[in-house]
Protein backbone atom coordinates (compact mmCIF):
# COMPACT_ATOMS: atom_id res chain seq x y z
CA UNK A 1 0.00 0.00 0.00
CA UNK A 2 1.45 3.42 -0.96
CA UNK A 3 1.17 6.56 1.45
CA UNK A 4 -1.67 8.42 -0.90
CA UNK A 5 -4.21 5.50 -0.14
CA UNK A 6 -6.78 7.06 1.56
CA UNK A 7 -9.19 4.56 3.74
CA UNK A 8 -12.14 5.24 3.74
CA UNK A 9 -15.31 3.05 5.77
CA UNK A 10 -18.76 1.68 3.37
CA UNK A 11 -21.78 0.67 4.54
CA UNK A 12 -21.87 -2.09 1.97
CA UNK A 13 -25.34 -3.46 0.81
CA UNK A 14 -26.56 -5.74 -2.26
CA UNK A 15 -29.72 -5.18 -4.41
CA UNK A 16 -30.63 -7.86 -6.83
CA UNK A 17 -27.10 -9.87 -6.09
CA UNK A 18 -25.05 -6.52 -7.16
CA UNK A 19 -22.42 -5.39 -3.79
CA UNK A 20 -23.33 -1.52 -3.12
CA UNK A 21 -21.30 0.89 -0.92
CA UNK A 22 -22.34 4.19 0.85
CA UNK A 23 -19.88 5.86 2.17
CA UNK A 24 -20.89 5.80 6.50
CA UNK A 25 -20.94 8.95 7.14
CA UNK A 26 -23.67 9.32 4.98
CA UNK A 27 -25.26 6.64 6.60
CA UNK A 28 -27.38 8.05 9.64
CA UNK A 29 -28.95 4.21 10.88
CA UNK A 30 -29.84 0.99 8.90
CA UNK A 31 -33.44 -0.11 9.88
CA UNK A 32 -35.57 -2.97 9.37
CA UNK A 33 -38.84 -2.50 7.30
CA UNK A 34 -40.78 -0.24 7.95
CA UNK A 35 -44.55 0.55 7.45
CA UNK A 36 -45.13 2.99 4.84
CA UNK A 37 -47.59 5.50 3.52
CA UNK A 38 -47.28 5.48 0.07
CA UNK A 39 -47.57 9.35 -1.78
CA UNK A 40 -49.78 9.03 -4.72
CA UNK A 41 -48.64 11.82 -7.36
CA UNK A 42 -45.33 11.68 -6.43
CA UNK A 43 -42.49 10.02 -8.00
CA UNK A 44 -42.54 6.45 -9.14
CA UNK A 45 -39.08 6.36 -7.01
CA UNK A 46 -40.68 7.30 -3.77
CA UNK A 47 -41.77 4.48 -1.79
CA UNK A 48 -44.11 6.08 0.90
CA UNK A 49 -43.18 7.80 4.17
CA UNK A 50 -42.26 6.31 7.13
CA UNK A 51 -42.22 7.49 11.11
CA UNK A 52 -38.86 7.57 11.89
CA UNK A 53 -39.15 8.57 16.12
CA UNK A 54 -41.84 11.14 15.15
CA UNK A 55 -39.64 12.32 12.16
CA UNK A 56 -41.29 11.69 8.57
CA UNK A 57 -38.90 10.75 6.16
CA UNK A 58 -39.22 9.92 2.40
CA UNK A 59 -38.38 6.40 1.20
CA UNK A 60 -36.50 5.66 -1.87
CA UNK A 61 -36.72 2.52 -3.64
CA UNK A 62 -33.29 1.84 -4.97
CA UNK A 63 -34.26 -0.51 -7.28
CA UNK A 64 -36.24 1.71 -8.60
CA UNK A 65 -33.86 4.69 -8.89
CA UNK A 66 -31.25 1.99 -10.32
CA UNK A 67 -33.52 0.52 -13.14
CA UNK A 68 -33.85 -2.57 -11.28
CA UNK A 69 -36.40 -4.67 -11.40
CA UNK A 70 -39.34 -4.60 -8.54
CA UNK A 71 -38.75 -6.96 -5.68
CA UNK A 72 -41.57 -9.84 -6.55
CA UNK A 73 -44.58 -9.09 -4.23
CA UNK A 74 -44.59 -10.34 -1.06
CA UNK A 75 -40.60 -10.21 -0.55
CA UNK A 76 -40.31 -7.06 2.11
CA UNK A 77 -37.05 -5.44 1.82
CA UNK A 78 -34.79 -6.49 4.46
CA UNK A 79 -33.29 -2.91 5.56
CA UNK A 80 -32.74 0.50 5.28
CA UNK A 81 -29.91 2.83 5.33
CA UNK A 82 -31.08 6.67 5.96
CA UNK A 83 -28.34 9.03 5.11
CA UNK A 84 -28.17 12.27 6.24
CA UNK A 85 -27.54 14.95 3.71
CA UNK A 86 -24.39 16.25 3.61
CA UNK A 87 -24.80 19.69 5.34
CA UNK A 88 -27.64 19.10 8.07
CA UNK A 89 -28.20 16.01 10.28
CA UNK A 90 -31.89 15.66 9.38
CA UNK A 91 -31.83 12.01 7.36
CA UNK A 92 -33.09 13.12 3.98
CA UNK A 93 -34.03 9.67 2.31
CA UNK A 94 -33.89 6.22 2.99
CA UNK A 95 -33.12 3.12 1.01
CA UNK A 96 -34.45 -0.14 0.87
CA UNK A 97 -31.74 -2.65 0.84
CA UNK A 98 -31.64 -6.30 0.41
CA UNK A 99 -29.72 -8.72 2.42
CA UNK A 100 -27.02 -6.14 4.01
CA UNK B 1 -33.78 47.10 16.77
CA UNK B 2 -33.22 43.77 19.15
CA UNK B 3 -33.77 40.59 18.29
CA UNK B 4 -33.15 40.31 14.60
CA UNK B 5 -32.74 36.68 14.97
CA UNK B 6 -36.04 35.71 16.33
CA UNK B 7 -36.97 32.89 13.91
CA UNK B 8 -41.21 32.91 13.76
CA UNK B 9 -42.81 30.36 11.09
CA UNK B 10 -43.77 31.90 7.15
CA UNK B 11 -47.27 32.08 7.73
CA UNK B 12 -47.30 33.65 10.28
CA UNK B 13 -44.41 36.31 9.14
CA UNK B 14 -47.24 36.89 6.36
CA UNK B 15 -49.77 37.40 8.80
CA UNK B 16 -48.16 40.19 10.83
CA UNK B 17 -46.24 41.76 8.28
CA UNK B 18 -48.82 44.29 7.69
CA UNK B 19 -50.16 45.04 10.73
CA UNK B 20 -46.49 45.95 11.85
CA UNK B 21 -46.09 47.94 9.11
CA UNK B 22 -49.06 49.85 10.16
CA UNK B 23 -48.17 50.06 14.00
CA UNK B 24 -45.03 51.35 12.95
CA UNK B 25 -46.15 54.19 11.03
CA UNK B 26 -48.54 55.24 13.36
CA UNK B 27 -46.17 55.38 16.48
CA UNK B 28 -44.57 57.56 14.66
CA UNK B 29 -46.99 59.71 13.09
CA UNK B 30 -49.24 59.62 16.41
CA UNK B 31 -47.39 58.45 19.17
CA UNK B 32 -43.52 60.98 18.93
CA UNK B 33 -44.39 64.73 19.47
CA UNK B 34 -43.10 66.96 17.16
CA UNK B 35 -39.24 68.33 18.18
CA UNK B 36 -40.37 71.70 19.93
CA UNK B 37 -42.84 69.56 22.24
CA UNK B 38 -40.23 67.09 22.87
CA UNK B 39 -37.41 69.70 23.92
CA UNK B 40 -40.34 71.68 26.14
CA UNK B 41 -40.65 67.89 28.14
CA UNK B 42 -36.99 67.24 28.51
CA UNK B 43 -36.77 64.53 25.92
CA UNK B 44 -34.23 63.79 23.29
CA UNK B 45 -35.17 65.87 20.23
CA UNK B 46 -34.99 62.97 18.11
CA UNK B 47 -37.52 60.71 19.06
CA UNK B 48 -36.96 56.76 19.48
CA UNK B 49 -38.54 54.00 18.35
CA UNK B 50 -38.04 50.25 19.69
CA UNK B 51 -38.55 46.74 17.67
CA UNK B 52 -37.82 44.40 19.92
CA UNK B 53 -38.98 40.15 18.97
CA UNK B 54 -37.90 37.43 21.58
CA UNK B 55 -39.34 34.02 22.42
CA UNK B 56 -41.48 33.54 25.60
CA UNK B 57 -43.08 30.42 26.81
CA UNK B 58 -43.39 29.33 23.16
CA UNK B 59 -44.67 32.12 21.84
CA UNK B 60 -42.94 34.95 19.99
CA UNK B 61 -43.28 38.41 21.24
CA UNK B 62 -43.01 41.32 18.82
CA UNK B 63 -43.10 44.78 20.70
CA UNK B 64 -42.89 48.16 19.14
CA UNK B 65 -42.13 50.69 21.76
CA UNK B 66 -41.93 54.88 21.47
CA UNK B 67 -40.88 57.44 23.67
CA UNK B 68 -43.20 59.72 22.72
CA UNK B 69 -46.39 61.41 24.17
CA UNK B 70 -48.87 58.06 24.94
CA UNK B 71 -52.35 57.59 24.55
CA UNK B 72 -54.71 60.58 25.36
CA UNK B 73 -56.54 58.66 27.00
CA UNK B 74 -59.24 61.80 27.33
CA UNK B 75 -59.84 62.05 24.04
CA UNK B 76 -60.24 58.29 23.81
CA UNK B 77 -62.85 58.53 26.27
CA UNK B 78 -64.33 61.02 24.45
CA UNK B 79 -64.23 59.76 21.28
CA UNK B 80 -65.98 56.47 22.31
CA UNK B 81 -68.57 58.52 23.73
CA UNK B 82 -69.07 60.33 20.48
CA UNK B 83 -69.05 57.74 18.15
CA UNK B 84 -71.46 55.73 21.09
CA UNK B 85 -68.96 52.91 20.78
CA UNK B 86 -68.81 52.11 24.44
CA UNK B 87 -72.06 52.93 26.99
CA UNK B 88 -71.34 55.92 28.63
CA UNK B 89 -71.29 54.61 32.42
CA UNK B 90 -69.24 51.45 31.23
CA UNK B 91 -66.03 54.51 30.29
CA UNK B 92 -66.59 56.01 33.72
CA UNK B 93 -65.20 52.88 35.76
CA UNK B 94 -62.70 52.00 32.97
CA UNK B 95 -58.94 52.25 33.63
CA UNK B 96 -56.55 53.60 31.95
CA UNK B 97 -55.34 50.58 30.36
CA UNK B 98 -58.81 49.43 29.39
CA UNK B 99 -59.61 52.52 27.63
CA UNK B 100 -56.17 52.25 26.04
CA UNK B 101 -57.93 49.21 24.34
CA UNK B 102 -60.25 50.81 23.03
CA UNK B 103 -58.39 52.15 20.13
CA UNK B 104 -58.43 48.51 18.69
CA UNK B 105 -62.09 48.76 18.12
CA UNK B 106 -63.29 49.40 14.27
CA UNK B 107 -63.62 53.14 13.32
CA UNK B 108 -61.60 54.53 16.00
CA UNK B 109 -59.04 56.55 15.54
CA UNK B 110 -57.94 60.04 18.21
CA UNK B 111 -55.54 61.57 15.69
CA UNK B 112 -56.91 65.08 14.87
CA UNK B 113 -54.89 65.56 11.33
CA UNK B 114 -55.95 62.60 9.06
CA UNK B 115 -52.66 62.22 7.34
CA UNK B 116 -51.81 60.26 4.22
CA UNK B 117 -50.00 57.60 6.10
CA UNK B 118 -52.62 57.17 8.92
CA UNK B 119 -55.28 58.46 11.01
CA UNK B 120 -58.19 57.17 8.85
CA UNK B 121 -59.12 55.06 11.78
CA UNK B 122 -58.87 51.89 10.03
CA UNK B 123 -56.25 50.46 11.30
CA UNK B 124 -56.05 49.24 15.11
CA UNK B 125 -58.80 46.78 14.68
CA UNK B 126 -57.33 45.47 11.91
CA UNK B 127 -53.90 44.87 13.18
CA UNK B 128 -56.49 42.97 15.86
CA UNK B 129 -57.92 40.75 13.58
CA UNK B 130 -55.07 39.76 11.59
CA UNK B 131 -53.10 38.44 14.71
CA UNK B 132 -55.90 36.40 16.59
CA UNK B 133 -56.51 35.16 13.17
CA UNK B 134 -53.50 33.38 13.30
CA UNK B 135 -54.71 32.97 17.16
CA UNK B 136 -52.40 35.83 18.89
CA UNK B 137 -52.95 38.74 21.30
CA UNK B 138 -52.51 42.06 20.64
CA UNK B 139 -52.12 44.54 23.98
CA UNK B 140 -51.03 48.34 24.20
CA UNK B 141 -49.35 49.62 27.16
CA UNK B 142 -49.01 53.31 27.90
CA UNK B 143 -47.99 55.90 30.12
CA UNK B 144 -49.00 59.59 29.51
CA UNK B 145 -46.01 61.51 28.06
CA UNK B 146 -43.38 58.80 28.33
CA UNK B 147 -44.43 56.73 25.62
CA UNK B 148 -46.33 54.15 24.43
CA UNK B 149 -45.97 49.74 24.08
CA UNK B 150 -47.63 47.70 21.50
CA UNK B 151 -47.47 44.20 22.53
CA UNK B 152 -47.97 41.21 20.01
CA UNK B 153 -47.93 37.92 21.15
CA UNK B 154 -48.01 35.18 18.44
CA UNK B 155 -47.84 31.61 18.65
CA UNK B 156 -44.45 30.31 17.41
CA UNK B 157 -46.01 28.14 14.70
CA UNK B 158 -49.27 27.02 13.00
CA UNK B 159 -47.82 23.36 13.18
CA UNK B 160 -51.10 22.16 15.42
CA UNK B 161 -54.16 22.27 13.58
CA UNK B 162 -57.26 20.58 14.12
CA UNK B 163 -58.04 18.08 10.87
CA UNK B 164 -60.68 15.59 9.69
CA UNK B 165 -59.43 12.50 8.82
CA UNK B 166 -60.68 10.59 6.05
CA UNK B 167 -60.23 7.09 4.62
CA UNK B 168 -59.63 6.72 0.98
CA UNK B 169 -58.84 3.28 -0.18
CA UNK B 170 -56.15 1.63 2.43
CA UNK B 171 -54.97 5.56 3.51
CA UNK B 172 -56.51 8.09 5.80
CA UNK B 173 -55.64 12.04 4.80
CA UNK B 174 -56.12 14.64 6.95
CA UNK B 175 -58.46 17.73 5.58
CA UNK B 176 -57.59 20.86 7.76
CA UNK B 177 -60.76 22.07 9.76
CA UNK B 178 -60.23 25.73 8.60
CA UNK B 179 -61.34 24.62 4.84
CA UNK B 180 -64.10 22.89 5.99
CA UNK B 181 -67.93 23.88 5.16
CA UNK B 182 -69.97 20.34 5.90
CA UNK B 183 -70.01 16.98 5.60
CA UNK B 184 -73.06 15.43 3.01
CA UNK B 185 -73.83 11.41 3.35
CA UNK B 186 -76.08 10.27 0.85
CA UNK B 187 -76.81 6.50 0.99
CA UNK B 188 -78.80 4.07 -0.59
CA UNK B 189 -80.30 4.04 -4.16
CA UNK B 190 -80.12 7.97 -3.70
CA UNK B 191 -75.76 7.44 -4.23
CA UNK B 192 -76.58 5.83 -8.16
CA UNK B 193 -78.66 9.79 -8.97
CA UNK B 194 -76.90 12.14 -7.14
CA UNK B 195 -73.81 12.96 -8.98
CA UNK B 196 -75.14 14.89 -11.99
CA UNK B 197 -72.73 15.90 -14.61
CA UNK B 198 -72.47 18.76 -17.27
CA UNK B 199 -70.17 17.47 -20.05
CA UNK B 200 -67.76 15.75 -18.42
CA UNK B 201 -67.52 17.49 -14.53
CA UNK B 202 -69.34 15.72 -12.35
CA UNK B 203 -71.43 17.96 -9.97
CA UNK B 204 -73.49 17.72 -7.08
CA UNK B 205 -76.97 19.90 -6.34
CA UNK B 206 -76.42 21.17 -2.52
CA UNK B 207 -79.56 23.02 -1.32
CA UNK B 208 -80.09 24.29 -5.22
CA UNK B 209 -76.59 24.96 -5.89
CA UNK B 210 -74.11 23.71 -7.77
CA UNK B 211 -70.94 22.12 -6.33
CA UNK B 212 -68.00 20.90 -8.38
CA UNK B 213 -67.08 17.66 -7.27
CA UNK B 214 -63.70 15.65 -7.28
CA UNK B 215 -63.37 12.04 -6.83
CA UNK B 216 -60.57 11.85 -4.42
CA UNK B 217 -59.31 8.12 -5.67
CA UNK B 218 -59.26 10.02 -9.04
CA UNK B 219 -57.53 12.67 -8.37
CA UNK B 220 -55.06 10.84 -6.37
CA UNK B 221 -55.18 8.23 -8.61
CA UNK B 222 -55.49 5.59 -6.37
CA UNK B 223 -58.38 3.11 -6.07
CA UNK B 224 -61.31 3.42 -4.09
CA UNK B 225 -63.08 0.60 -2.07
CA UNK B 226 -65.28 -0.95 -4.35
CA UNK B 227 -69.14 0.14 -4.52
CA UNK B 228 -71.48 -2.03 -2.24
CA UNK B 229 -73.02 -4.86 -3.87
CA UNK B 230 -76.12 -4.25 -2.54
CA UNK B 231 -77.96 -0.80 -3.33
CA UNK B 232 -79.45 -0.30 0.03
CA UNK B 233 -75.75 -0.45 1.43
CA UNK B 234 -74.41 2.27 -0.98
CA UNK B 235 -73.30 5.28 0.82
CA UNK B 236 -71.78 8.61 -0.93
CA UNK B 237 -69.48 10.48 1.59
CA UNK B 238 -69.17 13.81 0.27
CA UNK B 239 -66.75 16.39 2.28
CA UNK B 240 -67.77 20.17 1.38
CA UNK B 241 -64.81 22.19 1.11
CA UNK B 242 -63.58 26.32 0.67
CA UNK B 243 -60.48 26.90 -1.49
CA UNK B 244 -59.85 30.69 -0.93
CA UNK B 245 -63.48 31.83 -2.87
CA UNK B 246 -65.09 28.22 -4.34
CA UNK B 247 -66.80 25.80 -2.71
CA UNK B 248 -66.25 22.40 -4.34
CA UNK B 249 -66.90 18.65 -3.20
CA UNK B 250 -64.76 15.89 -2.36
CA UNK B 251 -65.84 12.45 -2.48
CA UNK B 252 -64.00 9.96 -0.09
CA UNK B 253 -64.91 6.09 0.92
CA UNK B 254 -65.05 7.32 4.55
CA UNK B 255 -65.55 9.90 7.29
CA UNK B 256 -62.99 8.83 10.33
CA UNK B 257 -62.62 11.32 13.19
CA UNK B 258 -61.16 14.67 13.74
CA UNK B 259 -58.07 15.19 15.44
CA UNK B 260 -55.62 17.83 16.47
CA UNK B 261 -52.50 17.26 14.28
CA UNK B 262 -49.07 18.18 14.30
CA UNK B 263 -48.12 19.70 10.71
CA UNK B 264 -44.77 18.09 9.55
CA UNK B 265 -43.44 19.37 6.32
CA UNK B 266 -42.57 16.69 3.74
CA UNK B 267 -38.97 16.41 1.73
CA UNK B 268 -38.14 18.41 -0.82
CA UNK B 269 -38.46 15.45 -3.05
CA UNK B 270 -42.10 16.01 -2.55
CA UNK B 271 -42.79 19.76 -2.43
CA UNK B 272 -43.76 20.05 -5.75
CA UNK B 273 -47.21 18.07 -4.86
CA UNK B 274 -49.67 20.94 -4.73
CA UNK B 275 -52.00 18.24 -2.97
CA UNK B 276 -50.34 17.64 -0.53
CA UNK B 277 -49.68 20.30 2.39
CA UNK B 278 -47.59 18.18 4.79
CA UNK B 279 -47.78 14.90 6.76
CA UNK B 280 -48.79 14.09 10.31
CA UNK B 281 -48.06 11.10 12.50
CA UNK B 282 -51.45 9.27 13.63
CA UNK B 283 -51.50 7.91 16.76
CA UNK B 284 -50.92 4.50 15.92
CA UNK B 285 -47.50 5.78 14.58
CA UNK B 286 -48.65 5.55 11.18
CA UNK B 287 -48.26 8.37 9.00
CA UNK B 288 -51.07 10.40 7.21
CA UNK B 289 -50.91 12.85 4.28
CA UNK B 290 -52.69 16.28 5.03
CA UNK B 291 -54.65 17.67 1.73
CA UNK B 292 -54.07 21.30 0.90
CA UNK B 293 -57.34 22.17 -0.08
CA UNK B 294 -56.64 24.52 -2.90
CA UNK B 295 -53.62 22.80 -4.39
CA UNK B 296 -56.48 19.62 -4.74
CA UNK B 297 -58.86 21.81 -6.15
CA UNK B 298 -56.40 23.12 -8.70
CA UNK B 299 -55.21 19.71 -9.18
CA UNK B 300 -58.64 18.25 -10.23
CA UNK B 301 -59.62 21.69 -12.18
CA UNK B 302 -62.13 22.33 -10.45
CA UNK B 303 -60.22 26.11 -9.57
CA UNK B 304 -58.44 26.73 -12.29
CA UNK B 305 -57.32 30.36 -13.28
CA UNK B 306 -59.63 31.37 -15.65
CA UNK B 307 -57.23 31.76 -18.99
CA UNK B 308 -56.53 35.21 -20.97
CA UNK B 309 -59.19 36.10 -23.06
CA UNK B 310 -59.47 38.68 -26.05
CA UNK B 311 -61.83 40.36 -24.60
CA UNK B 312 -61.19 40.16 -21.27
CA UNK B 313 -63.30 43.52 -20.48
CA UNK B 314 -66.36 42.35 -22.52
CA UNK B 315 -66.17 39.08 -20.42
CA UNK B 316 -66.06 40.12 -17.16
CA UNK B 317 -68.64 42.64 -17.85
CA UNK B 318 -70.73 39.94 -19.05
CA UNK B 319 -70.35 38.19 -16.26
CA UNK B 320 -71.07 40.42 -13.61
CA UNK B 321 -74.35 41.17 -15.15
CA UNK B 322 -75.36 37.54 -15.71
CA UNK B 323 -74.34 37.18 -11.82
CA UNK B 324 -75.26 39.77 -10.27
CA UNK B 325 -78.97 39.59 -11.50
CA UNK B 326 -81.17 37.55 -8.89
CA UNK B 327 -84.44 38.81 -10.83
CA UNK B 328 -85.67 36.54 -13.66
CA UNK B 329 -83.90 37.13 -16.73
CA UNK B 330 -84.82 36.22 -20.55
CA UNK B 331 -83.26 33.04 -21.60
CA UNK B 332 -82.53 31.68 -24.96
CA UNK B 333 -82.69 27.64 -24.85
CA UNK B 334 -81.04 26.23 -27.67
CA UNK B 335 -78.82 23.09 -28.95
CA UNK B 336 -75.76 24.35 -30.25
CA UNK B 337 -74.66 21.01 -30.97
CA UNK B 338 -74.87 17.24 -30.20
CA UNK B 339 -78.38 18.07 -29.04
CA UNK B 340 -77.32 19.18 -25.52
CA UNK B 341 -79.21 21.91 -24.89
CA UNK B 342 -77.24 25.36 -23.66
CA UNK B 343 -78.73 28.82 -22.98
CA UNK B 344 -77.60 32.17 -23.83
CA UNK B 345 -79.04 35.23 -22.12
CA UNK B 346 -81.91 36.96 -24.68
CA UNK B 347 -80.59 40.08 -24.10
CA UNK B 348 -77.24 39.14 -26.05
CA UNK B 349 -79.10 38.09 -28.94
CA UNK B 350 -80.13 40.12 -31.77
CA UNK B 351 -82.63 38.32 -33.82
CA UNK B 352 -83.14 34.57 -34.69
CA UNK B 353 -83.27 33.32 -38.82
CA UNK B 354 -84.28 30.90 -40.16
CA UNK B 355 -82.12 30.05 -43.27
CA UNK B 356 -82.28 27.78 -46.21
CA UNK B 357 -78.53 25.74 -46.82
CA UNK B 358 -78.94 26.75 -50.42
CA UNK B 359 -79.03 30.86 -49.45
CA UNK B 360 -75.68 30.12 -47.94
CA UNK B 361 -72.14 30.97 -49.74
CA UNK B 362 -68.28 30.46 -49.42
CA UNK B 363 -65.74 32.79 -48.19
CA UNK B 364 -62.49 32.35 -47.56
CA UNK B 365 -63.57 33.28 -43.96
CA UNK B 366 -66.31 30.89 -44.50
CA UNK B 367 -69.97 30.69 -44.96
CA UNK B 368 -71.89 33.74 -45.31
CA UNK B 369 -75.17 34.79 -46.43
CA UNK B 370 -76.83 37.72 -48.77
CA UNK B 371 -79.25 39.32 -45.47
CA UNK B 372 -80.86 42.74 -45.93
CA UNK B 373 -78.82 43.86 -48.62
CA UNK B 374 -75.91 43.41 -46.76
CA UNK B 375 -73.18 40.37 -46.04
CA UNK B 376 -74.14 38.18 -42.82
CA UNK B 377 -71.05 36.16 -41.81
CA UNK B 378 -71.51 32.61 -40.01
CA UNK B 379 -70.38 30.70 -38.17
CA UNK B 380 -70.97 26.78 -38.45
CA UNK B 381 -71.30 25.11 -35.38
CA UNK B 382 -73.35 22.34 -36.59
CA UNK B 383 -71.35 21.42 -39.92
CA UNK B 384 -73.43 22.23 -42.44
CA UNK B 385 -71.83 20.81 -45.03
CA UNK B 386 -73.69 17.37 -44.08
CA UNK B 387 -76.89 19.44 -44.58
CA UNK B 388 -78.98 18.32 -47.55
CA UNK B 389 -80.08 20.96 -50.27
CA UNK B 390 -83.55 22.66 -48.85
CA UNK B 391 -82.80 22.08 -45.12
CA UNK B 392 -83.37 25.18 -42.92
CA UNK B 393 -81.11 25.93 -40.54
CA UNK B 394 -81.57 28.40 -37.80
CA UNK B 395 -79.08 31.07 -37.10
CA UNK B 396 -78.59 33.26 -33.91
CA UNK B 397 -77.50 36.71 -34.65
CA UNK B 398 -75.17 38.90 -32.77
CA UNK B 399 -74.18 42.37 -33.31
CA UNK B 400 -71.91 44.60 -31.72
CA UNK B 401 -71.05 48.05 -33.26
CA UNK B 402 -73.88 47.60 -36.33
CA UNK B 403 -71.81 44.58 -37.22
CA UNK B 404 -73.38 41.55 -37.24
CA UNK B 405 -72.63 37.54 -36.49
CA UNK B 406 -74.38 34.84 -37.17
CA UNK B 407 -74.40 31.40 -35.28
CA UNK B 408 -75.55 28.12 -37.13
CA UNK B 409 -76.90 25.62 -34.40
CA UNK B 410 -78.33 23.06 -34.50
CA UNK B 411 -81.80 23.99 -33.12
CA UNK B 412 -83.86 26.73 -31.46
CA UNK B 413 -86.05 25.21 -28.16
CA UNK B 414 -87.04 27.96 -26.33
CA UNK B 415 -87.09 31.24 -24.38
CA UNK B 416 -87.58 31.26 -20.80
CA UNK B 417 -87.59 33.65 -18.32
CA UNK B 418 -85.78 32.25 -15.22
CA UNK B 419 -83.57 33.59 -11.93
CA UNK B 420 -80.62 32.74 -13.32
CA UNK B 421 -77.86 31.74 -9.95
CA UNK B 422 -74.66 31.10 -12.33
CA UNK B 423 -72.07 28.57 -10.60
CA UNK B 424 -68.64 28.19 -11.52
CA UNK B 425 -68.19 24.16 -11.52
CA UNK B 426 -65.08 23.43 -13.14
CA UNK B 427 -66.58 24.54 -16.63
CA UNK B 428 -64.45 26.28 -19.52
CA UNK B 429 -63.93 28.04 -22.16
CA UNK B 430 -67.15 28.99 -24.22
CA UNK B 431 -69.14 28.56 -20.73
CA UNK B 432 -69.52 31.22 -18.42
CA UNK B 433 -70.95 28.65 -15.79
CA UNK B 434 -73.89 26.26 -15.52
CA UNK B 435 -77.48 27.33 -13.88
CA UNK B 436 -80.81 25.61 -13.29
CA UNK B 437 -83.06 25.95 -15.90
CA UNK B 438 -86.68 24.94 -15.44
CA UNK B 439 -85.22 22.05 -13.04
CA UNK B 440 -82.14 21.18 -15.02
CA UNK B 441 -78.61 22.03 -14.73
CA UNK B 442 -77.82 24.03 -18.09
CA UNK B 443 -75.09 25.64 -19.51
CA UNK B 444 -74.87 29.72 -20.00
CA UNK B 445 -72.60 29.90 -23.70
CA UNK B 446 -69.96 32.99 -23.49
CA UNK B 447 -71.46 33.76 -27.03
CA UNK B 448 -68.52 36.34 -27.47
CA UNK B 449 -65.75 33.21 -26.66
CA UNK B 450 -67.75 30.98 -29.31
CA UNK B 451 -67.41 34.18 -31.73
CA UNK B 452 -63.87 34.80 -30.52
CA UNK B 453 -62.86 31.58 -31.21
CA UNK B 454 -64.58 30.30 -34.33
CA UNK B 455 -64.17 34.17 -35.66
CA UNK B 456 -61.32 35.77 -34.18
CA UNK B 457 -61.57 38.29 -37.14
CA UNK B 458 -64.98 39.36 -35.85
CA UNK B 459 -63.39 41.10 -32.92
CA UNK B 460 -59.92 41.82 -34.38
CA UNK B 461 -61.96 43.77 -36.72
CA UNK B 462 -63.22 45.95 -34.05
CA UNK B 463 -60.08 46.95 -32.41
CA UNK B 464 -58.65 48.13 -35.90
Redo the contacts between chains.
Sequence with gaps: MSDDTECRQLCTFRIDGLLFGVEITHVQEVLRAQPMTPVPLANAAVRGLINLRGQIVTALDLRHRLGLAALPPGIEPVSWTSTPAASSARPRRSRPVRGT | MHGKETELDRTILEAVKDPLTHVVRNAIDHGIEVPAARASRGKPRTGSLVLRAFHEGGQVIIEVSDDGNGLDTDAIRKKALERNLVPAEQIARMSDHELAQLVFLPGFSTAQQVTNVSGRGVGMDVVKTNVERIGGTVDLLSRPRVGTTLRIRIPLTLAIIPALMVAQGD?RYAIPQANLVELVRIEGAATRTAIERIHSSPVYRLRGQLLPIVDLGVA???TSAPPAADIEDARLNIVVLQADDRMFGVIIDDIRDTEEIVV?P?????KG?A??AG?T?MGD?????ILDVVGLAQ?AGVARARKDDSTPETRSAQRGVISAIDTKQALLLFAMRDSVVVALPLAEVARLEELSVDQLECTRNGFVVQHRGGILPLVDLVGVGQRKRGDSLSVIVYTRNERSIGLIVERIVDVVDEVVRLEQCGTEGDVLGAAIVQGKITELVDLQAVIGRHAPWFFEAEAA
Aim: net charge neutral; glycine share 14%.
Design positions: HLGTKLGTELIVFAIGQVSLH
